[in-house]
């Protein structure tokens, strides 16, 4: 293989995990401090193609590895919060409810809160603003009809396109 070619790699590889360290800010500050990290390394990746330098692709592919570690574990450590603030919230309401949902039913809605971006819901306005204000990332609080027809608040990252890779 070539060494543009690893290059090339290496630099789509650092701007993926950059993108998802984005998505994983709101989940663990780490994660802010990893796209930080990816940030200076695509600067630098970039620089070594334009101006056809080598480097140390070892090293390079090795931060990569860590990087994607690092993020997995944080968007595991998401997922689990995930469950965590829609099981709290479903035994807040659990009087509406009628009764606790099942495991499909909390899986649907975790699937249903992934799939449309939204971090953490509360049925609760106050907590998911209380919620917000501990983050401290941009995010919106966006009140949404939820998949069981119950109004919810819920926390989605704002995508700040000047910072993002």
Known sequence: MT?????????????????????????D??????????????SSLEEFQLYGLDYDEAEVGTKLKMYEKQLQLIEEKRDSTLLRSFREMTRKQSDKLGSLMDIDEEKF?????????YEECYYNKQDALRRLDEIGVEAAVEEVEGPLGLDIWCLKVRKNESNSV
């Open 29 to 42: 500050r780490a994660a802010q401090r990893i796209k930080r990290e990816l940030e200076e390394l695509i």
């Open 109 to 117: 809605m975790i699937s249903w809160m992934k799939e449309r971006g």
């Open 3 to 27: 060494e543009t070619t690893v290059l090339q790699q290496h630099l789509e590889k650092a701007y993926a995990l950059a993108y998802k360290a984005q998505k994983l800010i709101t989940a």
